[in-house]
């Protein structure tokens, strides 16, 4: 299947994992590189060891996206703001990782104010749950007596983590839960954080973006590291 002359859409065949190069992504819409295939934990790591992510509404056939420039954190270089070190030093909150990844995933996929529907479809939240099995997808979970009020989840290969989506129900939750992500991460020698593309959100906490080339020089080089520690067990906290 043909796009414009800025790059070429790729019709996948579900029986076949294989993704076309990168580098034939569309410029317009940005990044949108291929169609079909099938929506499972194989395609989904297949995807990701390529920088590849999966993105589209319940009405739409699967599309696979490589978006540059990509939106990115680098765990090193990230910095606590201060109204946040605020929050953190109140100690409101209590983190956890893994601990509820099923209702995280739920709370993503729940309408937000700015968008009508989810592109986190049945089949998305099924996939991503058998990752979660393989141990490959984690969340992290943000508590106030009790309560899960904010979170975020994603994938690791090797030690890099893909971002997928946050959500929070009291104000600054998801903001702790991407702190406690980072911070620990960072620890376990995370050279970097896909957070796939930017947004003002995204920006306010510290992320950049690169070109996909750059992108994809520093997937290669963390996918090969050494996995992160399993099961998830977090030991960072503020001081």
């Known amino acids: 299947m043909s796009g414009n002359s800025e790059g070429r859409l790729t019709l996948l065949d579900e029986h076949r994992i294989d993704f076309p190069d990168t580098a034939n992504a569309l410029l317009d819409p940005n ?6 295939g099938q929506l499972n934990p194989d395609w989904l790591l297949a995807a990701y060891e390529r920088g590849i992510f ?3 509404s319940e009405d739409q056939p699967i599309l696979w996206w490589s978006p540059s420039p ?6 090193g270089r990230y910095r606590i703001g201060r109204s946040l070190r605020k929050v953190l030093r109140r ?4 983190v956890s990782f893994d601990r509820a990844f099923k209702d995280v995933i739920t709370a993503c996929r729940a309408p937000r104010s700015y968008a009508d529907e989810t592109w986190i479809t049945d089949d998305m939240l099924e996939a991503y749950l058998a990752l979660h099995r393989r141990g490959h997808a984690h969340s992290v979970e943000v508590w106030q007596r009790d309560q899960l009020v904010g979170g975020l989840y994603g994938v690791a290969l090797g030690r890099i983590f893909f971002g997928e989506s946050m ?7 998801s903001k702790v839960a991407f702190a406690h992500l980072v911070r620990q991460l960072d620890l376990w020698g995370c050279p970097m954080i896909d957070c796939q593309v930017s ?5 306010s ?4 973006e690169v070109p996909r080339e750059t992108f994809e020089r520093e997937l290669r080089s963390g996918i090969a590291m ?3 520690p399993q099961p998830w067990s977090l030991t960072w906290t503020y001081e």
Do not use: E, K
């Open 31 to 36: 990044g949108l590189l291929a169609i079909g």
């Open 167 to 173: 959500f929070h129900r009291v104000t600054d939750a």
């Open 205 to 208: 906490l510290g992320a950049v």
């Open 91 to 94: 100690g409101d909150f209590s």
């Open 226 to 228: 050494t996995p992160f």
């Open 70 to 75: 990509r939106c990115v954190v680098f765990p």
């Open 54 to 56: 999966p993105w589209f």
């Open 199 to 203: 947004n003002p959100h995204l920006t």
